[in-house]
């Protein structure tokens, strides 16, 4: 758990310019930044902190899977917001930092990445990033704090990708092709700046266009299970929640929301 003074004061310089930075806390080596930056929260820590580490001992995904965080392979960043009542939609705050982390790739390296609902970013089939919100509650039920957190694979591990995503991953080294791969630090600091700019905005959704035009799966039959069971469906729309409109054979329309999917796929 050794801290690393030079990265947060370089993260600290690349953010001069943004007015919602608070305070940039770097590690070696975490067990979940999520988790450090919840505890920090709960400490009283501003919106704005920013939590990296190099590598994750025990990286956190969506719905209690594993997020393979290995040393010296990616950006693992979280960052504590405490959202105004009218930005306090669980939804659209984790498609607003879809949209951050697509911008900020696109930015810094010139990859369109795709963004495969709710919150993954992808290229090609290949999944490149993962972001899992977690929120913690009022006793009047308003958001206390939300923990943005965001793993960005940069270059595929040493000792090659954990078997579960053999296949599946990415890495933007593998994307960039000749073009130098973004400094860490650098990409941090574009993903906070864009997020703050979306963010900000709310409740005025436009973020959402970018949404739509870089979803992969609008307009395409997709699979997605619920409750235990496995659906199929048209994607249909994108509502202005960020919640995704299925049509079924039958013309049923069903409306999906972020915590009850699990796995949305185009059908190939
Ligand atoms: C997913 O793919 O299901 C979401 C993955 C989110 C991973 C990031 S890495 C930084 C932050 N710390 C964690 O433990 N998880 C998130």
Known sequence: MKR?????EKLSQFLSDCPWFSEAVCFDVLPSTNDYAKQLATEGKQEGTVVLADSQTAGKG?????????????????????????QQDAGLLTACGAVAVHQAILELSGVCTDIKWVNDI??????????????QFTSSGSFDFVILGIGINLVPPKE?????????????????????????LNLCAAVVRHWFLLYNKLPDTEFLKIYRENSCVLGERVSYQKNGATYVGMAEEIDDLARLVIRHEDGKREVLGTGEVNMVRPVL
């Open 160 to 184: 090659g990708y954990a078997e579960e995503i053999r296949g599946t991953a990415t890495s933007l080294s593998e994307l960039c092709g000749c073009q130098p791969l973004p400094d860490k």
């Open 4 to 8: 690393d003074a030079l990265s947060e």
């Open 62 to 86: 969506r719905l209690g899977r594993r997020f393979f965080s290995p040393e010296h392979s990616g950006l693992y960043m979280s960052l504590i917001l405490r959202p105004k009542a009218f």
């Open 122 to 135: 992808y290229f090609k089939n290949k999944k490149l990033c993962g972001i899992l919100a977690e929120s």
